[in-house]
């Protein structure tokens, strides 16, 4: 039994730990970009940095992802650790040449000469905010050769995996989500990092295998809990990292219960589900298997509408109840 | 650097490229030959602890820092005894611990990466400071302007070298950006620039030596415009659209040519001593080729290695 201490915590509050700590540890880690200094970022997720570490480790930037982005690579490469800030995950856009062109293939074009290790954090996810400050991209940057994607859910997750980002040797897109930042969560006195690449069970079950992460991890539960109602019992993984993806967490999952449902924020088409179904496929054989996602339109900003775009706990139940109504590879 | 060392290091380039050009695995190149003393001049005014980054046309800037001429021409050619293992090529040749931190191939993309090298720089006072070199094609982009207002905000220790050649392969100059000079460009950012004739390598030396006394003594970056002419194609893979006489009339400016003459006009170089440099030049590039061409071809396992 621990007898570690825990104490509960905001996901913002865990961020800014982590951070705070990564930076009094090692003068090579900087933050950049939009609102990270006095103002402390748009979730406080930077709250007290810029008062503890001054205006040259925790720079404002101009409203110019490029050079966020470019800034905080091409620093990375010259010896600095940066975290770059882009406020929504819609922007990293903006910066995708520096990231991609660049920071992604900055270890492989040099041989080895150079590495870019900057960690690019990003805030997914829909709450309200409209067509082009909604959008979860996770599956674009996952396919992309040299960066590494990790999406926490918890304010354990999001220290551990910032502590994990800062100390890695590549670009790291580190995203979280609108909706997670009024979460709270338990965080121990001495939090261990999250070693990228391993999934979690969040919650064990019998019946089904819900793979999922960053928020939606919180709607598999709801769904989770309806379900246990009738006696049907949901095991979650939640993913962590999008890529390197850990396929043999979920795939052991699925070799217990027979079945998959692959549950995100973002578009289904080249998704994040579709990775994970098919590699855990090629694991386990035959399974039943359903994807959720988004339906393909843009995440507009009029509440009825976001809600009717994303996957929400009663879908994710019915899709279940016509799951483990089929038999196995029916779907 | 004296007039001699300007004139060898112009001739090395211009003997190292029609070497490659002959070579039937040359490949997929962006010649550097006419705008040799761009990066020559740019060079020397760079210490052992300054940082030179390019665009795709990174055979001169490369050579002129001072880079092996075997090992370039291994990258080139994909060679395992390349600096980067012949992975990059010339888009994305580098060698950060002698001085030139690479080339990246989008065009405008090195820009904010510079930015950065600068501010990596100045944090961890090693003491240099951080020359780009880019083309006119890069004029428009928004990582310029981007670059220029940051670098200026963070008074950063950047050089800015725009190498204009005129042309963004077919596309001249006046229909690609609406400044007359690509200077002007640095003036509403409060950023002090100069144009110099970049075929007159004396000139871009010069210019660039008083502008990096400028940005080493932290007043922030600096701006050169270098109005230039290539001399081939814009790559091996490209059709030209100049017609006969407008390539003779870049040809007419050669820089070599032009150095050549003044140094001879003023008894620095015998008439038979060009020969001899230019002789000297191609055996060094004949024996770059060797270098490159007695190295191992990379290995394909390296598909697997650097990644992650």
């Known amino acids: 039994m621990s007898t570690e201490r825990v104490a509960k915590v905001f996901f913002a509050e865990a961020i800014a730990r982590a951070l705070g700590e990564a930076m009094a540890r090692d003068p090579r880690v ?53 975290l770059v800030s882009i406020t929504y995950m819609d922007f990293v856009m903006l910066g995708l040449d520096p990231l991609v062109n660049y920071g992604a293939k900055l270890r492989y074009k040099t041989g080895g000469q150079l590495t870019a290790p900057v960690v690019v954090k990003c805030t997914a996810g829909a709450k309200g905010q409209g067509v082009a400050h909604s959008q979860s991209l996770e599956s674009w940057l996952a396919g992309v050769a040299g960066l590494k994607v990790v999406a926490p859910s918890t304010p354990a997750d999001a220290y551990g995996l910032m502590v994990a980002a800062l100390a890695d040797g590549g670009p790291v897109v580190y995203v979280d989500h609108k909706r997670l930042f009024p979460t709270a969560g338990e965080l121990a006195d001495a939090p261990a990092p999250v070693p990228i690449g391993r999934a979690i069970v969040r919650r064990p079950g019998r019946d089904v295998t819900i793979a999922t992460h960053s928020y939606m ?41 027979g079945a998959l449902v692959t549950l995100e924020e973002g578009q289904l088409a080249c998704g ?40 929400r706990p009663d879908d994710v139940a019915a899709a279940v109840r016509r799951l483990l109504d089929a038999k196995a590879d029916e779907r | ?47 052992p602890h300054d940082q030179l980054l390019s665009s795709g046309r990174s055979i001169g800037p490369a050579l002129a820092r001072g880079l092996d001429p075997g090992v370039v021409m291994a990258e080139l050619l994909g060679r395992a005894t390349g600096p980067c293992k012949g992975k990059g090529g010339r888009g994305h040749l580098a060698q950060p611990a002698a001085g030139f931190f690479g080339a990246h191939a989008v065009v405008g993309g090195n820009l904010t990466i510079a930015a950065g090298v600068a501010l990596a720089m100045r944090m961890r006072r090693t003491g ?5 070199i880019f083309g006119d094609g890069a004029c428009g982009s928004g990582a310029l302007h981007e670059t220029l207002n940051i670098a200026a905000l963070w008074k950063l220790p950047l050089l800015l070298v725009c190498d204009d050649n005129g042309w963004s392969i077919s596309t001249p100059r006046e229909a690609a950006l609406a400044a007359r000079s690509p200077a002007d460009l640095a003036a509403p950012f409060g950023i002090r620039a100069a144009s110099v004739d970049g075929m007159d390598v004396i000139a871009v030396r010069d210019a660039a030596t008083a502008l990096a006394a400028h940005v080493r003594g932290g007043a922030g970056p600096a701006f050169l415009a270098c109005d230039a002419e290539r001399f081939s194609t814009h790559s091996t893979a490209t059709r030209e659209t100049r017609s006969r006489e407008a390539m003779e009339a870049a040809r007419a400016r050669c820089p070599i040519r032009r150095l ?49």
Do not use: K
């Not at chain 1, 709250?47 to 982005?69: C, K, N, Y």
């Open chain 1, 30 to 82: 900087v933050i950049l970009g939009q609102d990270v200094g006095r103002f402390g970022g748009a979730y406080r997720e930077f709250a007290g940095l810029h008062a503890r570490f001054g205006d040259e480790r925790v720079r404002d930037m101009p409203v110019a992802e490029a050079s966020m982005v470019g800034v905080g690579v091409g620093a990375a490469a010259a010896g600095l650790r940066p």
């Open chain 1, 217 to 257: 991890c919180r709607v598999a539960d709801a769904a989770a809990d309806r379900l246990a109602a009738d006696g049907i019992s949901c095991e979650i993984v939640d993913l962590r990292t999008l890529w390197p993806l850990d396929v043999a967490t979920v795939a052991a999952s699925v070799a217990r219960t």
């Open chain 1, 272 to 311: 994040i589900g579709s990775e994970v179904a098919f590699r855990v496929r090629e694991e386990v054989g035959r399974m039943r298997v359903v994807r959720l996602g988004a339906a393909r339109a843009p995440v507009s900003g009029n509440p009825r509408l976001e809600a009717a775009t994303l996957p």
């Open chain 2, 1 to 47: 650097m004296d007039r001699r060392a300007l004139l060898a290091s112009m001739l090395a380039i211009r003997a190292f490229e029609e070497a490659l050009a002959r070579h039937p695995d040359a490949g997929f190149q962006l010649f550097s030959s006419g705008e040799e003393a761009v990066a020559v001049g740019v060079c020397a005014a760079l210490g």
């Open chain 2, 128 to 132: 240099g400071i951080v020359a780009c």
């Open chain 2, 260 to 308: 050549a003459q003044s140094m001879r006009d003023e008894g620095e170089l015998r008439e038979d001593a060009l020969a001899t440099l230019e002789r000297d030049a191609a055996d060094a590039a004949a024996s770059a080729l060797r270098f490159a061409e007695r190295s191992p071809p990379t290995d394909i396992d390296e598909i697997r290695r650097d990644v992650d």
